[in-house]
């Protein structure tokens, strides 16, 4: 299995998303799936004109020479994409917007009715595979996470993917203290590791290890309390140099 994997957090590494994402990630690479990870930050990928000329004038080609280049042909092999964004304003990462935004050159022009709906056939050697997708959000409720959720479920269906669900990190913020101070946080390590294995070996996650990944880490009063004390000390920190 081919895996292509972008990691839209420009933190990278070091950012909350990573904190689930390279374990999902280790998960699917135990299972025996090959995994190519791409960093947006270290990508160029300009923002979509809109002149259609990938669909007119070059079909399949933007006329856009950037890392849309090196990323288009795997995507269109891939048998699973994983998508890890950190959620701004209740969304993806503008990066990861203008790349799906210059993918619509995997898509032909004409429209079909697919699923009782207006769509674009995928052009031919695209491969319609699996999305899986990754999250993590500074709030506390998991259902900050709706409206991404909302939009990865369309794009499924407009770019032809099965939607193999989502492993989602609220309250990321405890998370990296815990890891930092070496608070046990191995459960929703492992449970993203063991979802990842999943996906590979049984072409699904269950609810159960996708639930493990989201859970509560501290109740919410005292998770806001912790976030404000934090953000009140930095200030006061620059304010006297
Ligand atoms: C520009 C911006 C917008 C954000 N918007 C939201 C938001 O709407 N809801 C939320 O819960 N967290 C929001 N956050 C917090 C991030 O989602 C959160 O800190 C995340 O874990 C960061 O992941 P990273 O460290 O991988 O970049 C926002 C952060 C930034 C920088």
Redesign the pocket.
Same mark, same amino acid.
């Given at each position: 299995m081919n895996v292509v994997a972008i990691n839209a957090? $420009?933190?990278m590494e070091s950012?909350?998303?990573?904190d689930i994402l390279m374990p999902f990630l280790e998960g699917i690479k135990e299972a025996g799936a090959n995994v190519e990870l791409f960093l947006t930050r270290k990508l160029t990928i300009h923002p979509c004109q809109g002149d259609f000329s990938c669909w007119l004038n070059t079909p399949g080609k933007c006329f856009q020479k950037d890392d849309m280049e090196i990323l288009l042909p795997r995507l269109a092999k891939a048998d699973l994409w994983v998508f890890a964004t $950190?959620?701004?304003?209740?969304g993806m990462a503008g990066t990861l917007k203008n790349l799906f935004d210059r993918a619509i050159p995997l898509l032909q022009p004409f429209f079909e009715i697919r699923d009782g709906h207006c769509r674009h056939p995928l052009r031919e050697g695209v491969r319609s595979g699996k999305f899986a997708l990754v999250a993590?959000?500074?709030?506390w409720e998991l259902d900050?996470f709706e409206p991404l959720l909302a939009h990865a479920r369309a794009i499924c269906r407009n770019l032809k993917r099965e939607f193999s669900g989502a492993l989602l990190?609220p309250h990321?913020?405890a998370l990296k203290m815990m890891l930092k101070t070496g608070e046990s946080a191995n459960d929703i390590l492992e449970a993203a590791r063991s979802a990842g294995r999943q996906l590979v070996r049984e072409g699904c996650m269950s609810d159960q290890t996708v639930a493990a990944v989201s859970r509560p880490l501290m109740e919410r009063d005292a998770f806001l309390e912790n976030v404000n004390a934090a953000f009140r000390k930095a200030l006061d920190e620059l304010k006297t140099g």
């Open positions: 957090s $420009p933190r950012g909350n998303t990573a $950190p959620l701004y304003v209740d993590s959000c500074g709030f900050n990190r990321s913020r």
